[in-house]
């Protein structure tokens, strides 16, 4: 059972177009909220993270959206570039520093 | 330069035979984990470790170990592997001087194929 629900599984996106990613959460323990971006034979990096207090948090072209209440949250990519192409993992930390995993997103941003 | 060091990054092995993969950082983290990520599964944390000789189950142990016998070693021993345990592994490493939420480091990650 994923405590941690991400869709799309998949996402096509235009060059410069918005690449929007969805997640929900059920184990209202969680307080932190990262965001982690994978390319191809490397491990994730952390992309941009959220607290629970706030309901966005913008870092240039990414944008975190957060809805306590519905437990869900979202990424938004602005202007969309190739070299964004890359799989995009939600995240939910609880006490102890455990991080619970969404399914992944991979993204491929056309030219 | 800060990192997680992972060895071996690919390995291809028969099932029953054991094998350690290794995990270092050098950042003098506290916090240490083992993940396998799977397709479509995420990201599912096998063991975690909070300091030297603490070390605790995450949502997938069966099958696996792990010791903590210094601070910048975490090394994951599958005593007996099996063709599930195929699988893409990756090491992390935070601090938690600061608490909740300290960026997790991963290392390369090791490609396991259990034959």
């Known amino acids: 059972q994923q405590q941690v629900k991400q869709s799309p599984q998949s996402l096509i996106v235009q060059k410069g177009g918005i690449s929007i990613i969805n997640c929900a959460y059920e184990?209202?323990?969680?307080?932190?909220f990262p965001w982690y971006q994978q390319f191809p034979g490397k491990g994730p990096a952390l992309l941009i993270a959220?607290?629970?207090?706030?309901s966005e948090k913008k870092e240039g072209r990414f944008t975190i959206s957060f809805n306590k209440s519905a437990k869900q949250f979202s990424l938004h990519i602005m202007d969309s570039q190739p070299g964004d192409s890359a799989t995009y993992f939600c995240?939910?930390?609880?006490?102890?520093?455990?991080?619970?995993f969404g399914g992944g997103t991979r993204l491929m941003v056309k030219p | 330069e800060a990192q997680v060091t992972q060895n071996p990054r690919y390995l291809i092995t028969v099932t029953g035979k054991k094998l350690t993969v290794t995990c270092s950082q050098n950042?003098?983290?506290?916090?240490m984990s083992w993940y396998r990520q799977d397709p479509g599964l995420g990201l599912r944390q096998i063991y975690y470790?909070?300091?030297?000789?603490?070390?605790d189950k995450g949502d997938v142990p069966e099958g696996y170990k792990v010791s903590r016998k210094e601070k910048r070693n975490f090394p994951l021993i599958l005593e007996s592997p099996s063709p599930n345990q195929t699988s893409l592994y990756f090491c992390?490493?935070?601090?938690?001087?600061?608490?909740?939420?300290?960026?997790?480091?991963f290392g390369p990650g090791t490609r396991l194929t259990v034959l």
């Open positions: 995240a939910a930390v609880s006490a102890g520093n455990m991080l619970t």
């Open positions: 992390a490493s935070s601090s938690l001087g600061r608490g909740l939420g300290d960026t997790q480091y």
């Open positions: 950042m003098n983290h506290e916090y």
């Open positions: 959220i607290r629970p207090d706030v």
């Open positions: 184990n209202t323990a969680f307080d932190y």
């Open positions: 470790s909070m300091n030297v000789e603490v070390t």
